[in-house]
């Protein structure tokens, strides 16, 4: 990997400030999410890309099911000042009536207990499912909140030092499979003409959405029946083991890309060579095996001259 360049003196002091609010303790800490601090499934590598320099995340969430409350669409009579929810029923009292970043754990239903998923997710009792019918002629009343259950996989906001550095993370997180991932403000603000770009790491295609109930009157409704309440937690669970396993993926693959690259190795284990160096290196093993021979087949010749020389000298000796 080529070297990435040194973070700006403004990248490092809004990183020091990021960095210095993750570092608060889990009891004292609060951010804006519903669950209100960093997930535990993620905290970790949050902890790792941040260890990094030209790398600091500004939000994360390691993925959840939750079931919402959509706010106030309708204004009665007298209430001009009220807030009103847009698509999607954000605001005007919209409330998460069950959040978990963790595979829910399954609950048995059987004829004897009064137990099961839309109880504990904040519905009525599913044994009295409204129908849709019933539905319509309420909502022809104007006082109606849909109700939604929700699975969202991991979505990682990382605010990086330069396009280098921002390149490197998106690479890595399309290669995991966050397919919808993507980086904004990549170009320099006007103030400062410092490019300090930040990647949304995310995978859409996890996500699924269903409308299980509504409320109506104060009354919470449920508008499916248990078995399908069922299958969407089943669901639920599928999506958050591949969750996990593209978030190992993007783990791994980003410690790879900041780590010096390995030698090239051939199918035997051994560094790879290209052809020319591997010839290089025959011609010199060839040539030390050479001399090494004929080292080994002139040695006999200067035993045996030494051997006369000896005997010539004992020869003289005895004369």
């Known amino acids: 990997m080529q070297a990435l360049p040194s973070p700006s003196s403004l990248f490092s002091k809004k990183k020091i400030r990021i960095v210095q609010q993750l570092a608060v303790p889990a009891a004292d800490y609060a951010d804006a999410s519903p669950k209100g601090s960093v997930d535990e499934g993620i905290r970790g590598f949050v902890d790792e890309i941040n260890n990094h320099d030209g790398f600091v995340t500004t939000s994360s969430c390691a993925g ?3 079931v919402f409350l959509e706010g106030r669409k309708t204004l009665s009579a007298g209430e001009d000042g009220t807030q009103v929810a847009g698509v999607g029923g954000k605001g005007a009292g919209g409330t998460w009536l069950y959040v978990s ?5 399954a609950t048995a239903r059987s ?3 009064s137990t099961n998923w839309a109880e504990i997710l904040g519905l009525k009792d599913v044994g009295e499912a409204t129908s849709t019918a019933t539905m319509t002629e309420e909502i022809s009343v104007g006082d109606r909140r849909l109700i939604h259950f929700k699975f969202e996989p991991m979505i990682l906001h990382v605010m990086t030092a330069s396009l280098s550095h ?3 993370l998106l690479h890595c997180a399309l290669q ?11 170009t320099p603000a006007k103030a400062d003409n410092v490019v300090m770009p930040i990647v949304a790491v995310r995978s859409m295609g996890l996500s699924f959405e269903s409308l299980v109930g509504y409320e109506a009157a104060g009354k919470r409704h449920c508008l499916v029946s248990p078995d399908y309440i069922d299958l969407l937690v089943q669901i639920a ?7 996990r396993k593209r978030i ?5 693959a980003f410690e790879g890309a900041l780590q010096f690259p390995r030698p090239r190795q051939n199918p035997d284990g051994e560094e790879w060579e290209d052809p020319e160096a591997r010839r290089q290196r025959k011609r ?7 001399r090494s021979q004929l080292a080994k087949e002139s040695a006999p010749s200067e035993q045996m001259d030494q051997l006369d020389v000896t005997s010539d000298l004992g020869l003289l000796g005895g004369l």
């Open 237 to 243: 669970n599928e999506r958050f083991a591949e969750n």
């Open 111 to 113: 004829a004897d207990s």
């Open 284 to 290: 010199a093993e060839g040539l030390r095996k050479q």
């Open 166 to 168: 921002a390149q490197v």
């Open 176 to 186: 995991a499979g966050f397919r919808e991932s993507g980086a904004v403000s990549v």
């Open 248 to 252: 190992d993926r993007f783990h791994k």
């Open 64 to 66: 959840r099911v939750s």
């Open 101 to 105: 970043h963790e595979p829910l754990t």
